[in-house]
């Protein structure tokens, strides 16, 4: 598994917390996020990192979505 | 009520945070240490394999090297490590704000008021430890107990990510058998002299009489003896890894042996200087300076004196400085390490007493005059304005403001 670092579209609400919409997979392609169903602070022990992280759906899959320190990263397969 | 005190020790903390960052190397040897290059090459931390491997924290890198030739050596990345440090006193804030920190990875905690909401104190380390594993990624070992000398212990009993509980019941079975060694405070000397009085275990130690060991360690003795049996009152303090109270220092071990005078000038301006920016920031200002010199024999002394006034100007600490270190090295060796601090605090905006004779008006610009200074600094950065001293040797004239690493402070304040 690799760190993979996105580039993130992502929404402040007014009351302050932050929402991503989509992002670019390091292939170009740009996917939207259906849903976040969750947030919270978690390490990554698969890729190494630590931040908040975001549980969404993409294409009707669940993936992890981390903010660690300004930047977005991802857990890459291989 | 009975106190409810948790001590949290954040396992191998810095190895355990350069695995989590690098999945690679989980599984093998690692050990954090001091740059090589520039002679700081020591042991700061190493994970558990690395411990089977009898590797020591504080070792030379070449000694851990012939213990676990496959030991892969990391260098330190403070700045991450600050910002885990942080990151569980946000865990631990929301159980209490009776926080202590002591070191950058251990903390005391006082949970006796929140045990209404929380559940009891075992409850809430088992959660401490859950969420650290989860949410840090780190592993955490609790102590629980009614004082903060056990629970202390009870956090170095099992590790790593466990919980132990010291009681009131239980504490004679568990901490009594214990070598006296392993108790707060009992250094390697203290040990040795106790040991010598056949007083092997903490149990020997709190059937003493308290004034027997008063007789052989002074007022320390009396203090142990409280300390062994569970009688430690000591209040856990409001208490950042940040806050240096009684005093400032800063120390450096030189990429190169200092071999002269000239040396060492220049090494004592620039630790003064750091020194003297610190204590303006925190608003503070001494009466004694302390410095600290080990030579390259690792053989090491500590000499003060006082100042004639409290002052947070750099350049009397570092004359001060420089007399004390003339007084009281002979140059037999060249030095591998100095160290200047201050001590003996009060609050800059103290009163002072005034004197008709000494430049009390050279003191008050001197003062401004590094005001001054730290404001160019800040704006421009460290080395936009320096004493010409610190021109001569480049090496040397390191930032220790910015390289300032934070060691635990005293357990008293």
Redesign the interface.
């Known amino acids: ?1 690799k760190k993979v670092f996105v580039d993130v579209t992502a929404e402040f609400s007014r009351e302050g917390s932050l929402l991503p919409r989509s992002f670019i997979w390091e292939n170009g392609v740009k996917y939207e996020i259906d849903r976040v169903y969750e947030c ?11 931040g908040l992280r975001y549980r969404c759906r993409v294409r009707g899959k669940e993936v992890y979505l981390f903010f660690e ?1 300004g930047r977005w990263f991802m857990e890459g397969k291989k | 009520m009975e106190k409810v005190i948790l001590h949290c020790d954040l396992n191998s903390f810095y190895a355990s945070v350069e695995c ?4 690679a190397i989980r599984d093998k040897p690692v050990a954090v240490c001091g740059r090589a290059d520039l002679r700081h090459g020591i042991v700061l931390t190493k994970n558990q394999i690395a411990k089977q491997y009898g590797v020591i924290t504080g070792e030379a890198i070449w000694q851990a090297r012939k213990k676990c030739p496959q030991l892969i050596i990391v260098n330190p990345n403070y700045p991450l490590y600050l ?2 440090a942080q ?1 569980a006193r946000e865990v631990y804030a929301r159980y209490t704000d009776q926080i202590e920190a002591f070191g950058i990875d251990e903390c005391w905690l006082d949970v006796t008021g929140s045990t209404g909401l929380f559940g009891s104190g075992e409850k809430m380390a088992q959660e401490i430890r859950e969420r650290m594993k ?5 592993t955490v070992s609790v102590g629980v107990s009614y004082n903060k000398t056990f629970a202390k212990l009870g956090s170095d009993l099992k590790k790593p990510d466990a919980v132990t509980i010291i009681s009131r019941e239980n504490y004679q079975q568990i901490v009594w058998p214990l070598p006296v060694g392993e108790l707060l405070y009992v250094g390697r000397s203290t040990k040795r002299k106790l040991e010598n009085l056949a007083i092997t275990t903490i149990g020997k130690l709190a059937a003493s009489s308290p004034a027997y060991l008063k007789r052989i360690l002074g007022k320390w003795g009396e203090v142990l003896w409280t300390f062994a049996n569970g009688f430690d009152e000591t209040p856990v303090s409001k208490a950042g890894f940040e806050n240096a109270i009684k005093g400032i220092g800063n120390s450096m071990t030189t990429p190169r042996d200092l071999q002269s005078l000239q040396d060492a000038k220049i090494l004592i301006y620039a630790l003064s200087d750091s020194v003297a920016q610190r204590l303006r920031k925190h608003h503070l200002k001494g009466r004694t300076v302390q410095i600290y010199i080990r030579d390259n024999t690792l053989f090491s002394l500590e000499r003060q004196a006082k100042l004639a006034n409290a002052t947070y100007a750099s350049g009397p600490i570092a004359e001060k400085a420089l007399t004390i270190f003339q007084d009281n090295y002979d140059w037999q060796k060249p030095i591998r390490s100095l160290g200047v601090r201050v001590t003996d605090l009060v609050t800059a905006d103290s009163c002072i007493q005034l004197s008709f004779f000494d430049g009390q008006a050279r003191q008050l610009k001197l003062e401004a005059l590094e005001r001054s200074m730290d404001e160019i600094r800040r704006r421009f950065g460290h080395y936009a304005v320096q004493r010409g001293v610190l021109l001569t040797d480049t090496p040397l004239n390191a930032n220790p403001v910015e390289e300032n690493v934070i060691h635990p402070v005293s357990f008293f304040r």
């Open positions: 598994m919270c602070k978690a390490a990554s022990l698969k890729v190494g990192g630590q320190e | 989590l960052y690098n999945p910002r885990f990151e989860k949410e840090l990624g780190v």
